[in-house]
């Protein structure tokens, strides 16, 4: 049995019609004779209404009950698909994230899963029923519903993909496929026809969201073929994240480019970013544990790290987190800094981190520099910095992160030719 994962994002299902195209896709692929599972995310603005809706009630919501409803979504989509496959005459069958076995751990709002027990969803692909399952939910070992967070149906895809020995897995969504750079903020954003699973997670852990982190991470453990594509247009083959190689070589020639292939495959900006630095802290061995310890028990992941050069034996330490991480890690750094008799604790929420992505990029020199006068040209401040051997991030003041990544598609020649 050749069987396929097929996803479709908000958009995808944000009204009857659109619920009905969705259903003819999937019952065209099962004429082609594939078993389907059909993975959907809440219709249209639906998580984002729940959100405020959720702030109108209450200023203190409980995490428990937070993922109750923002699971509500999802349930809507997943009963409305399978009415649109039955009045088709084709069988189908819906699942909550609970009854498709997804089990997860007990982190409210940012669940993981922990492993999928397929056998209801493979004993519904086996009657020849498409199943339809609710993406970015689970529950985990008590029974409590979670979601995984914002963005996280592509990884219930991924992952249930890889849990029914998919061979593949199609993530369709409101663009086609993956750009160098966001298509809505840079208007000559070229589409990637293939994107290694390195690339594909630097890239949207980075920010671009046409694919949740996780998902990517997924894929590459598992080697799972990932094809993102437009719902729109589902005849377009779309971008196909698989693993292009490891020699050089071989790169180049999967991605079907010649030797001019550019090193940076993309730009992107992350806006969710806030910074936190913590001022004259004593220069000490050991300082910067005692800071990042807490933080990392908290569960919050610190990203870019600068620590400035010492000044009469006492140094300023800044990195940045995610901002819906900020208020809880103001309070623990205000409290270690107390013990550490630092001076002070600022924060800034309104930056962005703009990076750009490429697996080839380590080998050429000068692309941080040519990234770094892109910016200054632009009159764009460079807060802080960090590198790896595929990317380089640059922290910046949010305002300046559309123009600073229009300003690198066009210095690394990302756009259309
Ligand atoms: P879905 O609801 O289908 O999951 P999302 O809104 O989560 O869709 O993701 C698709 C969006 O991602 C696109 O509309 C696009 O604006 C945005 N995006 C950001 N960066 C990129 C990129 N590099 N390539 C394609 N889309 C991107
Ligand atoms: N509905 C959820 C969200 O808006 C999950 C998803 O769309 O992937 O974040
Ligand atoms: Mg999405």
Request: overall charge positive; some cysteine; proline content about 3%.
């Amino acid at each position: 049995m050749k069987i396929l994962v097929q996803k479709f994002g908000g958009t995808s299902v944000a009204d009857p019609e659109k619920v009905r195209k969705v259903a003819r896709i999937a019952v065209s692929a099962r004429k082609q004779g594939y078993a389907v599972a059909v993975v959907v995310s809440a219709p249209g603005d639906m998580t984002d209404d729940l959100i405020d809706y959720a702030s109108a009630v209450s200023k203190k919501i409980p995490d428990r009950e937070m993922d109750m409803l923002m699971a509500i979504g999802e349930q809507k989509s997943i009963a409305s698909l399978a009415m649109a496959l039955a009045e088709m005459g084709q069988k189908a069958v819906s699942f909550t994230g609970e009854q498709a076995g997804i089990l997860t751990d007990g982190i409210f709002g940012k669940a993981r899963i922990l492993r999928i027990d397929p056998s209801k969803v493979l004993k519904a692909l086996k009657e020849g029923s498409i199943a339809v399952v609710a993406g970015f939910q689970g529950v985990d070992r008590k029974g409590e519903i979670t979601t995984l967070g914002r963005g996280g149906s592509d990884t219930t895809a991924v992952a249930l993909a890889v849990a029914i020995k998919a061979d593949m897995c199609d993530i369709y969504t409101d663009v086609k496929g993956v750009f160098t750079s966001d298509p809505r903020v840079v208007q000559g954003a070229k589409r990637i026809r293939t994107i290694s699973y390195d690339e594909a997670l630097e890239m949207t852990s980075l920010g671009a969201k046409v694919l949740h982190p996780r998902s990517a991470e997924i894929a590459k453990v598992y080697g799972l073929k990932v094809r993102v594509r437009s719902s729109f247009n589902p005849g377009d083959a779309g971008t196909l994240v698989f693993d292009t190689g490891s020699g050089k070589k071989l790169k180049i020639k999967t991605r079907g480019e010649d030797m001019e292939r550019t090193y940076v495959v993309s730009a992107t900006a992350d806006k969710n970013q806030a910074k936190v630095t913590v001022v004259g802290v004593p220069d000490r061995p050991g300082i910067v544990s005692k800071i990042f310890s807490p933080i990392a028990k908290g569960r919050i992941s610190v990203d870019v790290i600068v620590q400035n050069v010492s000044h009469k034996g006492h140094t300023d330490v800044s990195f940045t987190i995610s901002r819906v991480d900020l208020s809880r890690t103001m309070a623990i750094v205000k409290k270690v800094a107390k013990e550490l008799r630092a001076q002070t604790v600022m924060h800034a929420s309104g930056v962005a981190k703009v990076s750009i992505v490429g697996a080839g990029m380590y080998s050429y020199p000068g692309v941080a520099a040519k990234m770094f006068t892109a910016l200054a040209k632009k009159g764009i401040n460079i807060e802080m910095i960090s590198t790896s051997e595929i990317k380089i991030s640059c922290v910046v003041e949010e305002k300046d992160a559309d123009n600073a990544v229009r300003a690198l598609n066009r210095e690394f020649r990302l756009g259309k030719k």
